[in-house]
């Protein structure tokens, strides 16, 4: 599966757009980007997922360029509920369920 | 709808010991997967099951094993424990077809002296 590399933290403060850009220049034809997210003590969840161009939903935005070499998740308006560790995921989807996380961002979100 | 169970929540052990820990998943869900997670890091997959039969596996020893029974539950044990075990374990239950989206539960938390 693609090797994955995301920045170890960020902070932002309530109210702010944050991106959290992550890059896999090994990506196979065949592999989707997915997202999760885990707050201390919790079992990670899962975000957004997507294969190209832009995907939305009432969490989060998925960005991702032609060559699919990057993806940025954006996150509208933080709160401090946010604060939490997003990891970045590439690989197949379908059944083969091996998840692969990396160390992950942790994103602070301050008052 | 219960989300992913599991069970016990926190555990204490010795090396050398045997552990079981146990995981019910979301319903509807008949893929079980284990991850272990060190304090800093990321989950690392251990192994499914779909089926009742182990279908993938991680990078892990033997001593790392489990089984799923026919309501879909699963366990997981892990024999001759060692210091590097202790760790935040991990449930994750999803639809056969949907792996990618996976529900995890609050995990178990295994130290071992």
């Known amino acids: 599966l693609a090797k994955t590399t995301q920045p170890i933290s960020m902070d932002s403060y309530e109210g702010q757009e944050v991106n959290i850009t992550c890059s896999h220049n090994?990506?196979?034809?065949?592999?989707?980007i997915t997202w999760y997210q885990q707050f201390p003590s919790q079992g990670p969840r899962f975000i957004i997922q997507?294969?190209?161009t832009k995907v939305t939903n009432e969490v989060a935005s998925l960005f991702i360029p032609a060559d699919r070499k990057s993806s940025t998740l954006s996150l509208p308006r933080v709160s401090l509920s946010d604060t939490a560790v997003y990891y970045c995921?590439?690989?197949?989807?379908?059944?083969?369920?091996?998840?692969?996380f990396g160390q992950g961002t942790t994103l602070q979100v301050k008052p | 709808d219960a989300g992913v169970t599991q069970s016990p929540t926190h555990l204490i052990k010795t090396r050398g010991q045997q552990v079981t820990l146990r995981c019910s998943p979301k319903?509807?869900?008949?893929?079980v997967s284990w991850y272990q997670q060190a304090l800093g890091q990321g989950p690392q997959f251990i192994f499914q099951?779909?089926?009742?039969?182990?279908?993938q596996r991680g990078n892990f020893p033997d001593r790392f094993s489990g089984h799923q029974f026919p309501n879909y539950s699963s366990e997981l044990n892990v024999n001759a424990l060692l210091l590097g075990d202790s760790a935040l374990y991990l449930c994750?239950?999803?639809?056969?077809?949907?792996?990618?989206?996976?529900?995890f539960g609050p995990g178990t938390r295994l130290t071992v002296t």
């Open positions: 319903s509807g869900h008949d893929t």
């Open positions: 099951y779909y089926e009742e039969e182990e279908r």
């Open positions: 994750a239950s999803s639809p056969e077809r949907q792996a990618y989206e996976q529900y």
């Open positions: 090994n990506i196979a034809t065949n592999d989707y």
């Open positions: 995921l590439v690989g197949l989807t379908g059944n083969t369920g091996k998840l692969i």
């Open positions: 997507g294969y190209k």
